[in-house]
C-alpha cells in the first residue's frame, strides 16, 4: 500500500531505481488556497505529483521548478518542489479547466529547473508532443538526463467520484543496469490500487511490482504543501516599484495589497514601511 502524502526511494538489484509518491494532501491544499475545480485540481495535482519525482538527488537536497507553458486559455502553470519536500503551486488561469481549451495540447514546451547544493540552478527544456502529463515528462527525462526513465501519474476517485489520492512512480535505469528487466517491467502502466483495496483482482499493482522486482527501500520524506512567501519577500519584491510612483500612491492609500500567487495569502503593507526600504536599498 502507498503511503499516503510521502514520497519513497527504492532499488534492486538490477539497478533500477523507483521513486513512488503520493500528494494528495498537498494537491487538496493548494486546490482550497486558489479555489480550483475538480478539474483544475487534477491538472495540478498531475503535475504536483510529477514534479515531487523529479527531485530525486535527496541526498543532496534538490530542488525543481516546473514551468509548463501550455498555449491555452489556462496560461502556463508553475510548480516548486524544495527543501525538505515541500510542494507549491498555481495555474495562470484555472477558471478555464473543464472548457474545451483547457487541454494541456502538443504546442506546450516545459521549462524545469533544478536545484541542489552540488551545483548551480540550470534550466532545460522540450517542446511538447504529447497532451498526456506522464508521457511528456518521460519525454523530458529521456531527452534532458538521457537516462532510461519512465513515470507515470494518476488520480483516483472515491464512490461520489470526489478526488481521492494523487500518485506519481518514476523509474530510472542507473548505470550498469539492466535495460531488458527495466523494458520488461515498464512496458505498460501500473495500477496505483492495492490488491486490498480493489473490488476485483488487479495483477499490475504497484504492490506487486515492489514485491516481485525486489525493490528495497532505501529513504521515505514526508510530502506537504508549503510556500515560501513572507512580508519581507514581498515587501523586497515591491521596493521594485519607482520612488515617485509609490510617493503618488501614498497620496491616495497608506497600504498596499499584496496576493501571493502560489498560496494566495493576502498581505497589507504599509507605504510608509515599503518607502523606508527602499531608501534604505539604495543606500546600501
Known amino acids: 500500500m502507498i503511503d499516503k502524502n510521502q514520497i519513497s526511494h527504492y532499488l534492486n538489484k538490477d539497478n533500477i531505481r523507483l521513486t513512488i509518491a503520493d500528494v ?9 488556497k486558489h479555489n480550483l475545480t475538480t478539474s483544475a485540481t487534477i491538472i495540478l495535482g498531475k503535475l ?3 514534479t515531487v519525482v523529479l527531485a530525486t538527488d535527496f541526498k543532496n537536497e534538490e530542488g525543481i521548478s516546473l514551468l509548463w507553458k501550455t498555449n491555452t486559455s489556462l496560461g502556463n502553470i508553475h510548480v516548486d518542489a524544495y527543501g525538505d519536500h515541500y510542494l507549491r503551486g498555481y495555474i495562470d488561469h484555472p477558471e478555464y479547466a473543464g472548457t474545451d481549451n483547457h487541454i494541456l495540447n502538443k504546442n506546450g514546451v516545459l521549462y524545469v529547473t533544478r536545484y541542489s547544493l552540488l551545483r548551480t540552478p540550470y534550466t532545460s527544456s522540450i517542446q511538447l508532443s504529447s497532451s498526456d502529463v506522464s508521457t511528456c515528462l518521460t519525454s ?5 538526463d538521457q537516462t532510461l526513465s519512465y513515470l507515470q501519474v494518476a488520480v483516483t476517485r472515491d464512490k461520489d467520484n470526489k478526488i481521492d489520492r494523487v500518485f506519481s512512480l518514476l523509474a530510472q535505469l542507473m ?3 539492466n535495460p531488458s528487466k527495466f523494458n520488461n517491467y515498464f512496458s505498460k502502466p501500473y495500477s496505483f490500487v492495492s490488491v486490498a483495496d480493489s473490488e476485483s483482482y488487479v495483477s499490475n499493482t504497484i504492490d506487486n511490482l515492489i514485491y516481485n522486482g525486489h525493490f528495497e527501500l532505501i529513504k521515505k520524506f514526508r510530502i506537504s504543501f508549503q510556500c515560501t512567501c513572507s512580508e519581507e519577500k514581498i515587501i523586497n519584491s515591491v521596493c521594485s516599484i519607482p520612488t515617485y510612483e509609490l510617493e503618488k500612491i501614498s497620496k491616495e492609500d497608506t497600504t498596499v495589497e499584496v496576493t501571493c500567487q502560489y498560496c494566495s495569502t493576502l498581505y497589507t503593507i504599509p507605504i510608509e514601511k515599503i518607502i523606508e526600504r527602499k531608501g534604505k536599498n539604495e543606500h546600501e
Open 24 to 32: 494528495t494532501t498537498a494537491t487538496l491544499t493548494a486546490a482550497a
Open 48 to 50: 504536483f505529483a510529477g
Open 140 to 144: 523530458y527525462l529521456n531527452e534532458s
Open 175 to 177: 548505470p550498469e543496469g
